[in-house]
């Protein structure tokens, strides 16, 4: 049975259809068809049930899934095993922020393809919180602090940040001394959330209020240099605008606890080669670009 006809199969399952599978492994959907047609003519069993909206696994097809999915992973690592300094193959399909990702990722990334010509490298930008497992992804690139969850997360590096505003704001408004007076500002948030700052070692947790918010932390850098008001904001997204004048760091007494930099992936006995080389490369490169994330402050 080919290997390729298995892990077809299983992206067909978990995508939850033809067409969602062939976005996933990047090839046509003629492909997909053709793979598993063959696995379930060799198997003398119908997996796999066409609907309307896609398709759903037969009863052979839900317990032959695991199946396949195992060896799979078997099969991949057996793969890494023997040529465990060899060049990595296969697919590596990652999930990155759209905020730091063409600007400080994407190099990463790029060099990574450039090093292993073999790898096929599928990165998706965008700024929502993406379901590593039901999305079909290896990895994610995550910034900030980690909810709780079933996933491993490796912490590649710390990230700092700070309350900012505008002169402009400050001079109108004047600026919260401690994190009580936060609520009487306006604050821009990128949704419902907590704010935390650190007291002697405690944390004190804040919720914020304001008009504006938005999904990514540029635009929010944007609003705050605007004067529309407060943020929390990371050092490597602000330090253009603080070097210009356009932002201060206020409430400094009261830093935010560090947040960080994490490769993410779903659970598993070992983590994939692949995976384990984008997270050296990428902790590499920050290492020699500390002012690029605003480490050096």
């Known amino acids: 049975m080919d290997i390729d006809d298995l892990q077809t199969f299983v992206a067909v399952a978990d995508a939850g259809g033809v067409s969602a599978a062939a976005r996933r492994l990047g090839v046509s959907k003629s492909i ?30 839900m317990i032959f ?14 793969r890494e095993s023997i040529q465990p300094d060899g060049e990595l193959r296969g697919r590596l399909r990652v999930a990155l922020p759209f905020t730091f990702g063409p600007t400080h990722f994407a190099p990463v990334v790029a060099e990574m393809a450039r090093r292993h010509p073999q790898l096929h490298i599928h990165a998706a930008y965008q700024d929502r919180l993406v379901d590593l497992i039901a999305e079909g992804y290896d990895c994610a690139i995550r910034v900030g602090s980690l909810h709780d969850s079933s996933l491993i997360a490796q912490r590649v590096a710390p990230i700092r940040g700070a309350l900012v505003a505008s002169p402009d704001y400050v001079e109108t408004h004047g600026a919260p001394v401690t994190p009580e007076e936060v609520t009487e500002h306006e604050a821009l948030m990128q949704g419902t959330e907590t704010w935390q700052f650190m007291d002697a070692g405690s944390v004190i947790n804040v919720q914020p209020r304001g008009r504006f918010k938005a999904d990514n932390a540029k635009a929010l850098a944007v609003a705050a240099a605007a004067g529309l008001g407060i943020a929390w904001l990371p050092n490597c997204v602000t330090q253009e605008y603080v070097i210009a004048g356009a932002l201060v760091p206020i409430m400094t007494e009261y830093p935010p606890p560090d947040a960080g930099i994490y490769v993410v992936r779903p659970p598993g006995r070992h983590p994939a080669r692949k995976i384990r080389v984008l997270t050296e490369m990428l902790g590499e490169d920050i290492k020699s670009n500390p002012n690029l994330w605003g480490l050096d402050r």
């Open 65 to 78: 899934r695991d199946h396949a999915a195992r060896v799979s992973a078997e099969i991949d690592t057996a």
């Open 32 to 61: 997909v068809s053709r793979r598993l047609f063959r696995i379930e003519a060799e198997l003398g069993a119908q997996l796999v049930a066409r609907t309307t909206r896609g398709a759903a696994l037969t009863e052979a097809g």
